[in-house]
């Protein structure tokens, strides 16, 4: 099928799987939808849970392999929606529905750039489709889970909105959840230690922290205290107030690093909840990068998280839409985007599988 054709079996299969209610581990419908795909074009395939994936018909274990990834579950519309989000429909060249930018657009770009170079012999790597589940949620049954059954991946392509720019860095995630104590009391009675009063000085030495090493690409680690509670009354003191401080992490800091510095010296009790979501990079002179860069294409460093955050090896972040319209009410991406896509998806590959 010639590349216009797969095109629009891609936009197709968007609308589809814009219409099945998918939401983070609820995606086996959309799932049943890839497979389709994958059958009509006599695809071998395999489905763990709800990840669907697929390797070239060339595979050969010598040649290192390559990821090709995006997600096809999606979070909760939003209140301020003004059209119906499982109701895809185009106006003024916009696709809408709910997971259409973040990140339908992308899959299905990927799908159709894997099913290209399926059947292509003398590649320079192997190639891996992985649709994937759970990513908007982090859960245990998304991309992470698929690391234990595939071969060694060798270099990633993570498809989420960067209007076909290229994220070679991507901050990591550490939350902390802070305490800050006091004495607890009544409220007539005299308290030089109240934990309400004692966190003001607190907040201001996380708002004015600084971690010392800036990222050339991703800049200083973000330090944001997000969540504060305290109290069940008015007429009591807490013994404690309760805060959840959300730090994204450059490449410069392991998520251990900063986990350690700021239990040394928060003036607080701080504890991660977890210490997976590391961030991410590939080198600006890997192969993939430079053919992404002969095309015109920017490179630049992302603030969000994906699931770049679950793999090992260098990995680039790359897809059409944009990351402002993720998560917005009335999602959108523009036809002429995934048109793009696929064919920008299709020049970076050749300009890297080729070699």
């Not at 995606?27 to 390797?55: G, L, S």
């Not at 071969?151 to 800050?180: H, Q, S, Y």
């Not at 309760?242 to 350690?260: G, H, P």
């Not at 504890?271 to 015109?296: F, T, W």
């Amino acid at each position: 099928m010639d590349q216009q054709k797969l095109t629009e079996k891609a936009i197709e299969l968007l609308q589809k799987l814009i219409s099945i209610q998918s939401f983070s581990s609820e995606e086996d419908k959309t799932a049943d939808a890839i497979e389709a795909w994958f059958t009509h074009f006599d695809i071998p395939f395999k489905r763990e849970k709800n990840n669907v994936y697929a390797f070239n018909k060339y595979y050969d274990e010598s040649k290192p392999l390559l990821l090709l990834n995006s997600h096809h579950d999606t979070v909760k519309p939003n209140s301020a929606y003004t059209k119906d989000p499982f109701h895809p429909h185009i106006e003024d060249g916009k696709l809408f529905g709910l997971g259409s930018n973040d990140a339908g657009g992308c899959l299905v770009s990927l799908i159709a750039t894997f099913t290209h170079f399926y059947a292509q012999e003398n590649l320079s790597h192997n190639i891996v489709l992985v649709a994937s589940a759970e990513e908007e949620s982090s859960g245990p049954n998304g991309l992470n889970s698929m690391l234990l059954i595939l071969p060694k991946i060798d270099v990633a392509i993570v498809g989420e909105p960067t209007l076909m720019n290229l994220a070679i860095a991507e901050k990591g995630l550490v939350v902390f959840e802070g305490k800050v104590s006091g004495t607890p009391s009544h409220a007539a009675h005299p308290n030089d230690n109240n934990a309400i009063y004692n966190t003001i000085e607190v907040l201001q030495w996380f708002k004015d922290y600084k971690f010392p090493k800036v990222s050339e690409v991703l800049g200083e680690v973000k330090l944001t205290v997000t969540q504060i509670s305290a109290g069940n009354q008015h007429n009591v003191v807490p013994g404690h107030v309760d805060l959840v401080i959300d730090v994204r992490v450059n490449d410069c800091y392991s998520n251990k690093e900063i986990a350690d510095i700021l239990t040394a010296e928060a003036p607080c009790e701080v504890k991660p909840r977890s210490l997976r979501l590391n961030s991410s990079s590939i080198n600006k002179e890997h192969p993939l990068v430079k053919s992404g860069l002969a095309l015109g294409r920017s490179s630049y460093g992302s603030p969000t998280l994906s699931d770049q955050a679950a793999l090992y090896c260098q990995s680039l972040k790359l897809g059409p839409g944009d990351s402002t319209r993720s998560h917005s009410a009335d999602e959108f991406i523009y036809v002429a985007e995934i048109e793009e896509g696929i064919d920008l998806y299709i020049q970076i590959l050749q300009g890297f599988l080729k070699q």
